[in-house]
């Protein structure tokens, strides 16, 4: 995350949950990768899987990871994939469709809960404590953020060759196309090598 300037479009805690869909898409998402195929990982691989796709941006969440959450997450992260995929292709009606239907079975709630450094800080929770339901119901609440507060533009899908992982651009120009400088070094290899054929 560049920090600075994600914080001047989202709350931070909002742009770390937007980060921490971005990741479960981009693991749990059957497609392509930086030009190669991409399978969603084996089910035994899942938990290990999820926790290191969440791990830099939810320190605090349980890890009770077993196969029913991760099977939940897995449906999770193909429908959030939806709300990105929507607003590439300028759908806003669908995104907010998927976002609220996400909403809905999230069972999302906001609570203020003690922040690590004193004070309060607002997170979202889900109907009780585990893992899958405090970080679907996270996620869920970002996007509805983001869809709802115009900055929807912000979410994209990957437009590199073979290659459909999805980002946040928190840009300050949101000129970001590529859901990594692998994606965009070798689009303009591409580019160059065709330019020169
Ligand atoms: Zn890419």
Request: neutral net charge; charged residues 25%; hydrophobic residues 45%.
């Amino acid at each position: 995350m560049e920090g600075v300037t994600g914080q001047v479009m989202f709350d931070s805690h909002v742009a770390v949950l937007l980060e921490q869909a971005v990741s479960l898409v981009n693991a749990l998402t059957d497609g392509e990768a930086r030009g190669r195929p991409y399978a969603t990982p084996d089910a035994a691989d899942l938990p290990e899987v999820i926790d290191a796709a969440v791990g830099r941006f939810a320190a605090s969440l349980p890890r009770d990871i077993d196969a029913a959450q991760a099977d939940y997450m897995v449906g999770t992260a193909r429908r959030m994939r939806e709300v990105f995929r929507a607003m590439q292709d300028g759908e806003p009606d669908v995104a907010a469709r998927a976002v609220n239907a996400l909403l809905r079975d999230t069972a999302a709630r906001p609570r203020l809960d003690r922040a690590a450094g004193g004070g309060w800080q607002v997170h979202f929770h889900g109907p009780d404590d585990s893992f899958a339901a405090g970080c679907g119901a996270g996620c869920a609440t970002a996007l509805a953020l983001a869809v709802g507060g115009g900055l929807a533009g912000r979410l994209g899908v990957c437009r590199a060759d073979r290659c459909d992982r999805v980002y946040v651009d928190t840009s300050r120009n949101a000129a970001r196309q590529y859901c990594s400088t692998a994606c965009q070094n070798r689009t303009k290899a591409a580019a160059f090598r065709a330019r020169n054929a």
